[in-house]
């Protein structure tokens, strides 16, 4: 028996170090890693009792701070009810009413959803759909993809091929993954018109490959993990008119934008479009469980599903889980009975006014902010472990990479802690110069 509840600190970050993989870690050299034994509000406790205000939201997902209320609630009733049964043939209340509510609040074009259990496979998913619909409406040459440069979809194969593959993670893989298309990603800023040099290449790219092009994948207005890049809702606007011309489907990945993140429930909305196919995932469940949903339009499903195969050929073992349907469904009712709006717009004034403080210091390239996202981009790569430390001694929790520091606070701060956050995050990068 592995009686870890009595085990030492010591202890069990040694079983960590010698044998757990983190994401993208070393099992040579691992890394130090902070021991968090519980979490609350914007409040991570460390082993040793000390608490860090949380900058990260665990990576865009816990939009309601952690161990809430309501959400604990949704799951323990989930739980006395069941937490989990198989989608093959059953299905449950959790799914059917998560997937109506998803319907409902993106795109009215996008009506059928297929629930998965991570943002990589959501993509996964979206790729197959987009394959199988060309394939199923007899067009079998439309096999290519078109994404950005700088883009990031995921982990697996597929996701995999569609991120940048020079300046992505993923380079090492580039001799077994499907050769994609890229254009340029969109220099155009946020709220400008997108620029001709924006769009002649792509335009180019889409007019000589359509033949073979059977989506174009985005993340909208914001390039997450390929550089914290924020660009223009015109330039979407202009791509989806591109793909309609071209007939090229148009898939769009709010893995990270969606549920309010940029001010908007869903970033499509900046741009006020509709993808053909939509990947949600990481707040959905408020964080609570890994948890996503590809959606996407009739056409895609009446394609598919009269086709060949006359199904959409994917089914996960844990597609539908009740547990983490029930607590999306719980997250999204927590969301939208607030004024979420004006809480993004706070939280945005705040990171403008106390992050605007790093602009002047010299090891600083450029501070940029949007909706609940903060950005400082270095000149150089941060030292990881140097700065990390600092960030704890401050009492925060930050996982700055590359040249970037960058914070996605749960919506639930307060204007105290954001304030104090931002306040430690400035003077830490200061203190590295
Ligand atoms: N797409 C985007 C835009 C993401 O930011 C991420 C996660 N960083 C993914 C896909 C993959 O999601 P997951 O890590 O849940 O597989």
Redesign the pocket.
């Known amino acids: 028996m592995t009686d870890y509840h009595n085990a030492s600190t010591e202890q069990w970050l040694q079983w960590d170090k010698d044998h757990i993989w983190h994401p993208y870690s070393s099992m040579l050299k691992p890394a130090k890693m902070v021991p968090v034994v519980s979490a609350k509000g914007v409040r991570l406790t460390l082993a040793d009792g000390k608490e860090l205000i949380d900058g990260m939201s665990s990576?865009?997902s816990a939009i309601h701070g952690y161990n809430h209320p309501s959400l604990n609630a949704a799951a323990n009733a989930q739980l006395s009810d069941m937490s989990h049964v198989m989608f093959g043939g059953i299905t449950h209340p959790a799914a059917a009413a998560l997937g109506k509510r998803l319907v409902d609040l993106t795109p009215a074009e996008l009506t059928k959803v297929f629930i998965s259990d991570?943002?990589?496979?959501a993509?996964e998913v979206a790729i197959k759909m987009a394959l199988q619909y060309w394939y199923s409406i007899g067009n079998q040459n439309k096999t290519r993809l078109l994404a950005l440069r700088n883009g990031?979809?995921?982990?697996t194969f597929g996701?995999m091929a569609t991120c940048d593959p020079v300046t992505g993670m993923h380079h090492l893989f580039t001799k077994v993954l499907p050769a994609h298309l890229f254009a340029d990603a969109p220099r155009t800023a946020f709220g400008e018109s997108a620029s001709y040099d924006d769009m002649a290449q792509i335009t180019d790219l889409l007019e000589q490959h359509h033949g073979e092009l059977a989506a174009v994948i985005v993340?909208p207005i914001v390039q997450?993990?390929g550089g914290m890049r924020f660009y223009s809702g015109d330039y979407l606007r202009k791509l989806r008119a591109l793909c309609d011309k071209f007939d090229v489907l148009l898939i769009h990945?709010e893995?990270?934008t969606g549920f309010g993140r940029t001010g908007k429930l869903f970033a499509c909305e900046h741009a006020n479009i509709s993808p053909d196919i939509m990947?949600v995932?990481?707040a959905l469940t408020g964080g609570y469980l890994?948890l996503?949903a590809t959606l996407c339009s009739d056409r895609i499903a009446e394609g598919i599903c009269n086709g060949e195969a006359g199904v959409f050929m994917h089914g996960p073992t844990f597609m539908g889980n009740p547990l983490a349907c029930s607590i999306a469904n719980a997250s999204i009712d927590l969301l939208l009975a607030d004024d979420w709006q004006s809480n993004i717009q706070r939280i945005d004034r705040i990171l403008k006014k106390e992050l605007a403080a790093a602009s002047p210091l010299k090891s600083v390239a450029e501070v940029r902010c949007l909706g609940a996202i903060g950005v400082i981009e270095l000149k150089d790569n941060v030292d990881m472990a140097s700065i990390q430390a600092r960030f704890i001694a401050k009492g925060i929790w930050m996982r700055p990479f590359g040249k970037l520091v960058y914070t996605m606070p749960p919506y639930i701060i307060s204007d105290d802690d954001l304030v104090y956050l931002c306040q430690q995050i400035v003077a830490a990068v200061a203190e590295e110069e």
Do not use: F, L, T
Not at 118 to 121: A, D, M, N, Q, T
């Open positions: 990576w865009w991570s943002g990589s496979v993509v990031y979809h995921g982990d996701a993340e997450g993990a990945d893995i990270a990947c995932g990481k890994s996503a």
